[in-house]
């Protein structure tokens, strides 16, 4: 059974004049995949990885994830399916400024409200170091480098063991070393915990250590 | 949903503006602060105001009004009792300004319930004798004791006791009266009654009620001196003074109790209807500018979180990304404004009780008020209630549309709007 699968989904802009971004795209996901979805700027890539993410709602096909159907789910659904399910990591949108980096980490736990407050900091601080970023953990958010917040928020993305991460150009806003690391952090939970993950890059050196590269051209799949 | 995280968000949210929360807190404070000051003050004004009459003046009072009958004979009789008829010139009928068989008039009242005082007087009409000239004037003769229970007549009392009342042939004259006499405290003054009996009064103290005319013309004897100047018995009394536990039943009472102790009585609501509908007007007045003040700083919170909202655009679009739903977020804000509230909202009602204490100490004293030394100030907590409430509800509602704002960020929009 995949980890998500998308049918036929067509998706419109309508300003400035209706224009069709995706057309009928359908493709799976299976469990322990570490799939990049490439394609130049402008063919829909991020505008596919939104709508996967249950984010934006305003499509036509239809999106199932972990077995159930998600189109057409009331938003609040949607939201605590984001929050149990999926782990984010944005190009420039990376952490909450107001709270430290483990607040940051944990906030997603305890959003979802499984475990208690110490476990969950006990897990933030184990994520945290797979990304050696625990001497960091009581600083604030705003005190780390563009490359340690990067790494911080795919810790968070990590803390309520989701079923897929989706990454929207994770190492785009990046320098090389940075970009290397986090390249680095990304294969070794595809290969360590065989995390299933979904990312949007433009780094063709970051889509070949991927398992399985989907590109994209004119808001069709054209390889997959 | 865990309200822990929600409040420890939005304090996050709060500690990262906290300049703009402390001013908006600030604004709360001051229109709270301002609202109960005013309020206090102004009731305070109030009561001092209406209990310069109110206290005074019986809730119902009893006596014979000097009237012609209205039951003419040409009325009765068999003849005429239908037609249109036109007396001139008709004269009061003979009748007495005592109460018939006051003894038991006032046993029955005090018995009532709902009576929470009876106070017999006498109003006797006199001219005080100063060398050649005669000034008229007013001797009430009153039961002292009852008269200071139920009247607060020892706070009006200036100079000289009260008690001193109960000797024989002791006057305390109004100030306005003793200031035309030169009569000092200890000085005899001699006093003619319309019946030209002559009477040799000491005066035994002043009274300044806080309205000139009344002192000019009114003094204060005791019951029995006055019996005895008018040479009438002891059973002679023309006003009964009522005062009831519930003043608002009076007029009702009144002309339950006119028609069986056949006399004229009169309610406090009939005779003093202007006070009531000025107090009422004055605090209408200070509950809109309390209020007013409340929906401006109001205004001040809206202002705030908005602007917040706008900067926080960011946040709130990752906390959507991150499975906050909309409610989470909307209460994320609310929470906000009604922390601003509370806080504001407590300071305010603290530095209100100060402002009423420092207008408390304020010297205000003027010659029409003898009891009164400083401005007078209501610490009813009926106003601190009411001051808090309306923090709450305006605080709420300034927090109510920038927070529905806040909940439909569209996250897409904003992620992908970089």
């Known amino acids: ?224 | 949903m865990k309200w822990t995280l929600i409040i420890e968000i939005a304090k996050a949210l709060m500690l990262a503006r906290m300049k703009q929360t402390l001013i908006a807190a600030t604004g709360v404070m001051f229109s709270i602060t301002m609202f109960v000051a005013l309020l206090g003050f102004m009731n305070g004004l109030n009561s001092m105001l209406d209990g310069l009459v109110l206290n005074r003046t019986p809730h119902i009072r009893f006596y014979n009004e000097i009237k012609p009958n209205p039951n003419q004979p040409i009325d009765q009789s068999e003849e005429f009792k239908d037609k249109l008829n036109i007396i001139r010139s008709i004269k009061p009928s003979t009748s007495r300004l005592s109460i018939h068989n006051s003894a038991s008039i006032i046993q029955n009242l005090e018995a009532d319930p709902r009576v929470l005082g009876v106070s017999p007087k006498i109003a006797a009409q006199v001219f005080f004798n100063v060398g050649t000239i005669d000034l008229t004037g007013i001797v009430n003769g009153i039961d002292v004791e009852k008269e200071a229970a139920l009247f607060a007549f020892s706070d009006y009392v200036t100079v000289g006791n009260h008690e001193d009342l109960n000797q024989i042939n002791t006057v305390i004259l109004g100030q306005g009266a003793a200031d035309r006499m030169l009569a000092d405290i200890g000085d005899v003054i001699q006093v003619t009654t319309a019946q030209g009996n002559r009477v040799q009064l000491k005066v035994v103290g002043y009274f300044q009620s806080g309205l000139g005319d009344f002192d000019n013309v009114n003094s204060y004897a005791s019951i029995n001196t006055v019996q005895k100047m008018l040479g009438e018995p002891a059973s002679y009394i023309t006003d009964i003074q009522v005062k009831l536990n519930d003043f608002t039943v009076a007029p009702a009472m009144a002309s339950e109790l006119r028609d069986i102790y056949q006399i004229d009585a009169d309610d406090i609501q009939t005779v003093n209807a202007q006070f009531e509908t000025g107090t009422q007007i004055r605090s209408m007045i200070s509950y809109a500018v309390g209020i007013t003040l409340l929906v401006v700083s109001g205004f001040g919170i809206y202002n705030i979180l908005n602007m917040m909202i706008y900067e926080k655009l960011d946040t709130i679009a990752i906390l959507k990304a991150i499975g906050f739903n909309s409610s989470d977020v909307n209460r994320i804000f609310i929470t906000i404004a009604l922390t601003i509230g509370i806080v504001g909202g407590v300071l305010g009602l603290f530095f209100g009780f100060l402002a009423g204490l420092a207008i408390d100490q304020v010297p205000f004293e003027t010659e029409a008020l003898p009891t009164i030394k400083t401005f007078p100030v209501d610490y009813n907590p009926k106003y601190y209630l009411i001051g808090g409430t309306f923090s709450l509800i305006t605080t709420y509602f300034a927090g109510f549309f920038p927070a529905r704002k806040a909940s439909g960020v569209d996250p897409v929009e904003i992620i992908r709007g970089k």
């Open chain 1, 1 to 224: 059974m995949p980890v998500l699968e998308a049918k036929n989904i067509d998706k419109f802009f309508y300003n400035p004049t209706k224009t069709q971004v995706l057309k009928k795209v359908s493709f799976g996901i299976e469990k322990g995949e570490f799939v990049s979805i490439v394609g130049k700027s402008g063919c829909g890539k991020s505008t596919l990885l939104y709508i996967l993410s249950t984010m934006d709602t305003d499509y036509q096909g239809e999106l199932y994830m972990d077995g159930e159907t998600i189109s057409g789910r009331p938003k609040n659904y949607l939201a605590h399916i984001r929050n149990a399910k999926i782990g984010f990591v944005f190009q420039f949108h990376y952490l909450l400024n107001e709270f430290s980096v483990l607040e940051n980490v944990l906030i997603p736990g305890l959003k979802l409200g499984l475990h208690s407050r110490d476990e969950l900091e006990h897990r933030a601080m184990e994520k945290l170091k797979f990304f050696d970023m625990q001497d960091h953990a009581l600083k604030r958010a705003n005190q780390l480098s563009g490359g340690q917040k990067q790494r911080v928020a795919i810790a968070r993305a990590l803390i309520n063991d989701p079923v897929l991460i989706m990454g929207d150009e994770p190492t785009g806003n990046l320098d090389k070393k940075n970009s290397d690391i986090v390249l680095h952090k990304f294969r070794e939970m595809a290969q360590q915990f065989k995390q299933t993950m979904l990312i949007v890059t433009h780094d063709p050196e970051f889509a070949d250590g991927t398992d399985r590269t989907i590109e994209m051209e004119d808001g069709k799949v054209i390889r997959q």
